[in-house]
Structures are given as structure tokens and as C-alpha cells.
């Protein structure tokens, strides 16, 4: 018979439940990296951690990470607490409290309970002050200068926030990769694909990569009723065009996976009667195919240098954050997913891309890296009606514990 | 020899930068209707119009009207103290002061003191609450119902702000045509064409119409790299196609003088990595041919149809505001007005249609009305950087206070 462990679903759901009180808002939860409420929760989960009998680590950047008291190499495992400025109550929170479920589970059970487990919430992943900040610091993968610059969009510093949380003397925390058998992260998929396909678990082969730029519009700020077309240097017009371009042009080279969103436009001042002077928006696409990333990046960079010579709107572009490329997830993790999956819910999953970053992402090309998702009712995240289904919360969180448990078996 | 009035440039000068102070942000003025910055800059106003011997009233929606205590058929003038979320100082100002300075200065020269010349600070002409409030009110041209669901872009009510300024139990001001020979405004051109034409003195001959839109667009949050593009709801994007398709049909059937703006856009929740679920725009267009108003707002309504019938965003269409019709100025004044720039700058004027409203086009169909405008360096208007030249200014007011003898002697 192959390995089984049993986790307890009251527990794991009594703790995603006190979670989600941390910035409860309607059914979503508002819990940005370093506000009020992120920090509270933070000082749950080391509660939570401690009680496990975990070493509790906070770093410099406000990551939270327990270590096993267990010898031997020991398996990662982690997502994080924050959240988007409107977020779902599981985007994130569903991996976190997995892992704590399954450090629990495992150190209760007398076959498992000698098998060595560390759990963490990554700091920042949303990007409030700069994307997957957490799992970056804690593999090296992050620029003192980046950290520095850092700031969210009402022109906060990360550098402020930090010594605002008493974390300034703090030492930051690093990986030590000779400890670690690999990297596994739970996540609600974020998508439609299990939903469409009636499956409940998704066994990630790649996540995609992303890139994001900012481009800022300077014109000039006039009058609406006096300034006649011709002499206009109208920044939100230009936007408009060049923002209706490159979706045109988008749509003609995509691949089948491909997705580009513009997820923030500003004008200013934003008056009906005024011609805006200054705009800016936010680009993003994603692929696993870092060739297809580089043409889209090429036709952007393309589509405004045209922009520019057109005239007469100044056009800057600046990539957002640095970009982050396809990660591939390791087979042989997925093997033990697949067959955690085969015993607690045969034929019930199915092999996917995930379209989402994550953290795992992070430690790809540094450790043997797996995720494990659950469906999203309706495919919808990155919003307050984010959820998924009761028992499939239980479910995920029993075939990711077998599947830690036999990780770790095979390889001690 | 032609009357010729002289005004006091000094004083004038003094009284448009002391009321420049309230609010004052830079070189600009941020000093929006009923804000704290706006009532102060009401009782400044009040003082000086005391100090001319004027009877002074406020009424329940804020004007500022000071009435001539000489009897027989009166002269109206006036214009606006309030500004645009970011405002230039003499926008509106301007005319105010004139109206402020022809008074003063009539009353003292002994061929002048015996005319009557009433002048006002009418409220909330650029909009915050509801454009052209103070005339339209004066004027009987605005319903209560108007007036109680009018509210600033964070919601807060017109009733609350008259309430908040202790202005509830004041009578409104209606105006008595019977009182008066013609109203008079002057105001910076807020356009370069006197630049341009290097001219100082600017005979208005028309006011352009003005209508005014809020779409609304109505899509499905959701996470940027999980939703494929063919299952998504983006209402940012269905803005953007919208607003760039809405500007080339503009482009293929506007006339010479006819102007378009989409001066805000907004997408909600705003983040690089999630599809905007709700997205608005204002679009505006102004011309002196309602006729091509009619064209204008027809193309936009097919145009906003065939969005709503291609789906899949929901498209919302409202007029935002009443809209406001072209306004022809009264030829005899005008008259006046060319035989007073004569006198003190021969050939130095054009006649021009405005492309801004004013105040004065809520007058135009109750009393003969004319406008009087002084060049705006560069064009720049609606921005902190907005300004006219020392010696425009003199010149304008002298014109204008010439012109405003010459009326009231005809006249009486």
C-alpha cells in the first residue's frame, strides 16, 4: 500500500478561518505587505509555529520562517499571508497554513514524526512594495539597491515600513540549500482550468514568465474648450493609441497560452475639461516561452519608440520590477504528487501550467521545486468572491502531506 | 473725443494678487467651490465690495453679488472666483477684479458716479459641484432637484458643503432683468489665437456649446496571468478600444473649431497583475454649431451600441451635467467694446468666438450680453503655469471699464 497520512481537516480549517480575520473585508481580505494587519498576522502565525515546536525565525524583511528541531535534511515549504489591495482569502494564506498542517501532521504521526519540516510566509509576493520580496531576499535573488528604492504607490519606502516594524536590526535570513531536500508550495490555481477540466488537484509543470513595464505620457496640461485639436500634446489621448496598438498587435502574435493585461491607466489632473498633461499605465504579459516574452517585449519597445517619433507626447517605458522567467517545476516532485494525488483521489487531477507567479518560482533553479494547486470556484482570484470549495481545501492539503511525507521518505 | 475711463492699475494689480493668496499653490491656485479656501476668499471679496459702498448679498449657493446703491437700469458684471483642481490665478479671478475695479473706479470719476454697476463672484463655475451653478442659479436656470443631487468626485453633497458654510437659511438670488441694461464678463482667452494673432484685446463674438459624458464599463475582476484572454472581462481594455475608436470617427467628421477630450479615465482596482473589473471615462466635445453637437453625440451613442452589443463588457452612457447650448453675444455691445479697444490700443484687437464657457453664456438669452478677453501666455490655461502679461492686464481692465461708461451712457 502506498504511503497515506492523515491530516486533520478541522484544525486546518479552524486556521484558515483565524487567518482570514487579519483584514477581513466582506468575504476578501485586505492584508497588504507591512500594513497593521499583515504585521498582526505575522505575530499569529509565529504563535501558531511556536506551538508546533518550530524554531521561529523573523528576518530583516519580515519573512517568517519555523525550522524544524528535527536532524537531517528537511523539506521547504511555504507561500505567503499578504495580500492584493483587494484580495481573496486564499490567495496565499491556503499554502502557508498547508504547511503548517502538514509540519504538524507529520510530526504527530510515529512513522513521519522524525522527518524534518520548515514552513514560512514569504514577505511581499503581492508586490505592494516589490513582488515575491521574500522568497528574492531569502535566496539571494534581490539587490540591496532594489530593497532600497523600494516603495508602494502612495510613495512609502520599504526601508521605512521595516523600521516601522522593528525589523531594522533584525538579521536577514538566508538559504542554506545543502539542508533542504526541495521546495513545495500549495496555491488555489487563480484560474478556470480545473473547473472546466472537473478536476481537483493541478500537479504544475511551469510557471509562466512575467514582465511588466510602466510607460509615462508627458504632454501638455491646457484647457479643453480653447486648445484646438492641432496644438493639443494631449498625454491621455497618446495612451489611448498606443495602449489600443499594442493589444492590436498583441492579439495578432500570442501564443495560445499567452495572457497581457493594462491593469492600471492614470490621467492628470483628471478633470472632464481638461486635456490630461500627464498619464501612465502599467503593461504586463505572460508566457512560458521566454522567446515569445522577448518578441512582445520587442514589439512594446517598438510600438513606442514610433510613438515617440509621432509625437508630440513625451513617451518613457521603464520595466516594472525585474523580470521574472519561466520556472520549470522538477519531475520527480511530481511524481510523488501525482501518486499522493492517485491515492486520495485517483484520476481526480491533472498535469497544468500555472499562469500566476509564485514563490516557487524563486527557488527553482536552486532547489527541486513542486507545486500542488486547488481549484478556484469560477476561476476567479485577485478579488473579494475568491474561494474554493471546503473539501477541496481538505483534499489539497491531504495529497500535499502524503506527497511531503513521501519526498521525504525517498529521499532519507 | 471718445469717452475714456482710467482705472488704477496698482490697485488693480494689488487686489488680483491678494485674492491670489487664498488657495494659492506655486504659481497656481487650488481654490475649489466651498472649500475652506474658497468661502475665505467670499468674505475677502465681501470686504472690498463693502469698502466700493456696494449692498452686498450672499445668497444660499454661495454668490457673491455687491449691488449699486445709484438708482435707474444697472450694468451686471462679473465672473468667477473658484478654480479647477488645479487652477491658474486668473481664471475667472480676472473678471471679478475688473468687475470689482469698473465699479470702483466709475463711482469715483464725477462724469461716471452717478451710473450703476452691480457685480458678482458667481459660485462654482469650473464644476465641482455642478458647472456654471452660480449663474445657472441666479439666472433660474437649475432645478432643486439639480442642485440636491449635485456632489463632488468624493461624494460629498452640495446640501452638505451649503449646510457646512452656514448658508442653508440664506434666500437665493434671482435675478430682476428689468434691473439691468446688459451683462459683461471679462476673462483671460484661455487659448492661444490673440497670441498667435499678436493681438491684446479679444471682442468675443460667440460662446461654443459644450456636452459632456460619463461612461461607465462594467467587466469581471480577475487575476492577470490565470485568465485566458478569450474567457476575460476586462473593462479596462473595452474602454481603451472604445475611447481610441470614439477619436478616429471624431477625427473623420468635426469641423474647424470643434474640440474633444477624454480628460479622466479610471480603472478599478488598479494594479499591474489583475484585469480591471470596472473602468470610466469622461468624454467631452464642444463646438458653436449644435447641429455638429447633434452629429457628435449621435456617432458616440452607436458607438457605445455596438460595444454594448460586442460584448463582453457592460457599457453605461450619461450625460454628466446638463448640456450647455452655443451662445451669441450681442452686437451692439460688442460694438462698444471695439470702439473702447480703439481708443486705448488702435488695431490692437480681434474678434473670436470662446471655446470655453463662461459664466456669461448663462446670461446671453435673458440680457444682451458681450465678453471681453486678454491674451493667456503660451495658450495655458486649467494649470498652475497659466498667465497673462502686467501690461495685458492693465490694458484689458481699461478697456473693459471704458467700454462698461460707454454701455451705461448709451444706455441711460
Not at 476578501?28 to 509555529?49: C, E, H, N, P, Y
Not at 531569502?138 to 515600513?161: H, M, Q, W, Y
Amino acid at each position: 500500500m502506498d504511503l497515506m497520512v492523515k491530516i486533520k481537516p478541522e484544525r486546518l480549517l479552524a486556521d484558515l478561518h483565524e487567518l482570514r480575520k487579519f483584514g477581513a473585508c466582506g468575504k476578501g481580505v485586505v492584508r497588504t505587505a507591512f500594513s497593521q494587519v499583515d504585521l498582526d498576522s505575522r505575530q499569529w502565525l509565529i504563535g501558531k509555529m511556536t506551538e508546533v515546536g518550530l524554531h521561529v525565525q523573523v528576518d530583516v524583511i519580515g519573512n517568517v520562517i519555523g525550522y524544524s528541531r528535527n536532524s537531517g535534511q528537511a523539506l521547504l515549504m511555504g507561500s505567503h499571508t499578504d495580500t492584493q489591495p483587494e484580495g481573496g482569502w486564499l490567495d496565499g494564506s491556503l499554502g502557508v497554513i498547508y504547511a503548517l498542517e502538514v509540519a504538524r501532521t507529520l510530526l504527530e504521526l510515529p512513522n513521519t514524526q522524525y522527518l524534518a519540516v520548515d514552513i514560512a510566509s514569504w514577505m511581499d509576493e503581492e508586490g505592494t512594495f516589490c513582488g515575491l520580496l521574500g522568497s528574492r531576499s531569502f535566496c539571494g535573488k534581490i539587490s540591496p539597491k532594489v530593497i532600497a528604492n523600494a516603495k508602494d504607490r502612495s510613495g512609502l519606502t520599504l526601508t521605512e515600513v521595516i523600521h516601522a516594524a522593528g525589523l531594522n536590526e533584525v538579521p536577514v535570513a538566508r538559504i542554506d540549500p545543502g539542508r533542504y531536500v526541495a521546495y513545495l508550495e500549495a496555491h488555489i490555481e487563480q484560474g478556470a482550468r480545473l473547473v472546466s477540466a472537473k478536476k481537483r488537484i493541478g500537479v504544475v509543470t511551469a510557471i509562466v514568465g512575467i514582465r511588466s513595464f510602466k510607460l509615462v505620457f508627458t504632454g501638455e496640461q491646457n484647457h479643453a474648450g480653447t486648445t484646438p485639436m492641432q496644438l493639443r500634446k494631449d498625454a491621455g489621448m497618446a495612451l489611448i493609441r498606443l495602449a489600443n496598438d499594442i493589444d492590436a498587435t498583441y492579439g495578432k502574435i500570442s501564443g495560445d497560452t499567452t495572457v497581457w493585461t493594462i491593469g492600471h491607466v492614470k490621467f492628470e489632473p483628471g478633470s472632464h475639461s481638461i486635456v490630461p498633461g500627464h498619464a501612465e499605465m502599467m503593461l504586463q504579459f505572460r508566457d512560458p516561452d521566454s522567446q515569445l516574452l522577448d518578441r512582445f517585449e520587442a514589439v512594446l519597445y517598438d510600438l513606442v519608440a514610433t510613438g515617440k517619433k509621432t509625437g508630440p507626447v513625451e513617451i518613457t517605458i521603464e520595466p516594472l520590477g525585474a523580470p521574472i522567467p519561466p520556472a520549470f517545476m522538477d519531475d520527480g516532485l511530481q511524481e510523488h504528487i501525482v501518486r499522493a494525488a492517485e491515492t486520495h483521489a485517483p484520476g481526480d487531477w491533472i498535469r497544468m501550467p500555472s499562469g500566476a507567479g509564485h514563490d516557487a518560482m524563486v527557488f527553482a533553479d536552486i532547489l527541486p521545486t513542486a507545486m500542488l494547486f486547488v481549484p478556484s470556484i469560477g476561476g476567479i482570484s485577485h478579488s473579494f468572491a475568491e474561494d474554493t470549495k471546503e473539501e477541496d481545501i481538505v483534499l489539497g492539503c491531504q495529497v500535499f502531506a502524503t506527497a511531503a511525507a513521501s519526498i521525504l521518505k525517498a529521499h532519507i
